[in-house]
């Protein structure tokens, strides 16, 4: 039904492949299609058919996935089905591999470009049908340099063409699913899995009541589970998102934390380097013999946990499992295929890694998903925390029971009674969405009003704060002028919440209105405003985070 339902509304045949661009006047209705469908519900075959149909009609076809991690498994997918057809393209290739992917799709020999969200301007002629795989991930979205988010560019490039644009998601962003509610967006929904797989029986772990060991982050309940899923023979993933062997060190003695120099964050230690390290901006050291701050000796302790201290805990508490790590310090391109094809050969009995291994992949042997701690995101200073917690707990949980055999999913968590927890464990889309949308419009948050943040950084401290008071009063001032005056509520000035990053000290103002022209208004004033070379003002609009 739903293939047919978009096959409907493809553009019709241009009489040759790779011919000329589409003529404006030519141009079918727009259909927007948002298809949400249950993780492992056939969404990718969906995609398959629809592209199939676009091919034998003369039209070229572009797919968008969030992650590199995810395109070696679908381009495998897609090259099994339409062969040298397909082109590559993300930032894990060399130079010189991409700019060949690039010039095969410019020639018209490759006609299906896969990639990342800089393959929304690949060079595609006559393009018919654009996917956005994981429509909800917020790696589409370009936070630095000239900002932009894949999904909305992919829609505007599809209505131009004529195209038909596709989102799939098991976990839509409230902004699409709003937009499928008010009829913006046609949606087409896959409730069930193929064959009438099951989806996993969750369970709750109560971590207050069920202690975890110091180390692997095994309460009872997983560690029993985890034993019972090796004696089958099957395999496991263990989620935490948060990579490293320490989340930080410090000093027992005086209580000194390793800071970034350059950042306003704990230094993360990592074992196989043995080297403390800044997550954003790279600054990496030795860990000291002695504390420089009070000079004792051995009073260096490790603390808090990351995928690498796990994977070795885990490791040691199961001495016959065979286990692997998947996270951006182990993993990254051709090593990333490595992991998952190992993964996908049976060579890997446990898989412990990040919210990488919570994307997308298709793994039948694993019959048991972890999560480690569901909490890690939930109390971040951030508007859309819940909304990411609800949709990584989902994601990984549709890891599970993807072959012949049912699912079983274990969440850890310290607040067993959070909403985006308790959905997540029901699989109850609905009920999140229409609990957070009712959140969000007491506090006209999106998608029930728009905003706009003004980033404001630069490397002297006192003239970014000085620089961002100033255009929080022009941003007063212009919103005062508008008729009627209080359409746009202007929020900040205010310290970022990671203040400091790269040596740039970083402010924000926040724009917020219901009313798009009224927020451009003061937006436009903004940028408009005569700036300090020393400082960089950029204007983020429709930003996914608050941090």
Not at 92 to 105: F, I, K, M, V
Not at 279 to 289: A, L
């Amino acid at each position: 039904v739903a293939v047919a339902a978009i096959v409907a509304a493809l553009p019709a045949a241009t009489g040759a492949a790779g011919g000329a661009a589409e003529r404006p006047a030519e141009r079918p209705a727009f259909t927007p299609f948002l298809l949400h469908g249950v993780t492992g519900s056939g969404k990718t075959e969906v995609y398959l058919r629809v592209i199939a149909e676009a091919l034998s009609r003369g039209r070229t076809a572009l797919v968008l996935v969030p992650e590199i991690s995810l395109t070696p498994q679908l381009a495998a997918r897609f090259r099994a089905r339409f062969g040298d057809q397909v082109a590559i393209l993300h930032s894990g290739l060399s130079e010189t591999a991409r700019l060949a992917e690039w010039s095969r799709l410019r020639r018209g020999e490759a006609r299906i470009a896969v990639g990342a969200r800089s393959a929304v301007f690949a060079p595609l002629t006559d393009v018919g049908v654009i996917v956005v795989d994981e429509e909800h991930d917020g790696s589409f979205k370009q936070d630095e340099g000239v900002r932009y988010h894949a999904r909305d560019v992919a829609l505007v490039r599809a209505q131009r063409a004529g195209a038909v644009c596709v989102l799939g998601s098991a976990t839509p962003s409230l902004e699409s699913a709003s937009h499928a509610e008010r009829g913006v967006y046609r949606r087409l929904a896959l409730t069930e899995r193929p064959t009438a797989r099951p989806m996993p029986a969750v369970e709750i772990v109560d971590l207050r009541r069920y202690l975890p060991d110091g180390e692997a982050m095994l309460s009872a309940p997983l560690r029993a589970a985890i034993g019972e899923t090796l004696a089958t023979g099957d395999q496991i993933i263990l989620f935490l998102n948060r990579r490293g062997f320490a989340t930080f060190v410090l000093c027992r003695a005086c209580g000194h934390a390793f800071r970034c120099p350059h950042c306003s964050v704990s230094l993360t230690y990592h074992r196989t380097s043995d080297r403390l390290t800044c997550h954003y901006c790279g600054f990496s050291q030795r860990v000291p013999t002695a504390c420089p701050s009070c000079k004792a000796a051995d009073a260096i302790e490790r603390k808090g946990l990351g995928t690498e201290k796990v994977a070795d805990a885990v490791a040691a508490a199961f001495p016959g499992a065979r286990v692997a790590r998947l996270d951006r310090d182990v993993a990254s391109g051709a090593k990333i295929e490595a992991v998952l094809a190992r993964v996908a050969r049976r060579e890997v009995d446990i898989l412990v890694g990040t919210q990488m291994v919570t994307k997308g992949h298709d793994f039948p042997g694993v019959t048991l998903v972890g999560v480690l701690c569901a909490d890690t995101g939930l109390n971040l200073p951030d508007f859309r925390a819940a909304e990411r917690t609800f949709q990584l707990l989902a994601q990984v949980a549709g890891r599970a029971g993807r072959g012949d055999r049912p699912g079983r999913v274990i969440i850890q968590t310290y607040r067993p009674d959070a909403p985006a927890v308790v959905a997540a464990a029901a699989h109850d889309y609905a009920s999140f969405f229409t609990a957070e949308t009712a959140a969000r419009a007491e506090l006209g948050y999106p998608p029930h009003g728009r905003l706009i943040a003004v980033r404001i950084d630069g490397a002297d401290a006192a003239e970014v704060a000085r620089v961002a008071g100033a255009l929080g009063e022009l941003a007063e001032a212009t919103a005062a002028r508008l008729d009627p005056p209080g359409q746009v509520e202007v929020r900040g000035p205010v310290p970022a919440p990671l203040e400091r990053l790269r040596n740039r000290t970083r402010w924000q103002v926040w724009l917020r209105s219901a009313d798009r022209h009224a927020l451009r208004r003061v937006a436009r004033a903004v940028a408009a405003a005569e700036q300090d070379a020393r400082v960089r003002v950029g204007l983020d609009v429709d930003p996914i985070s608050a941090m």
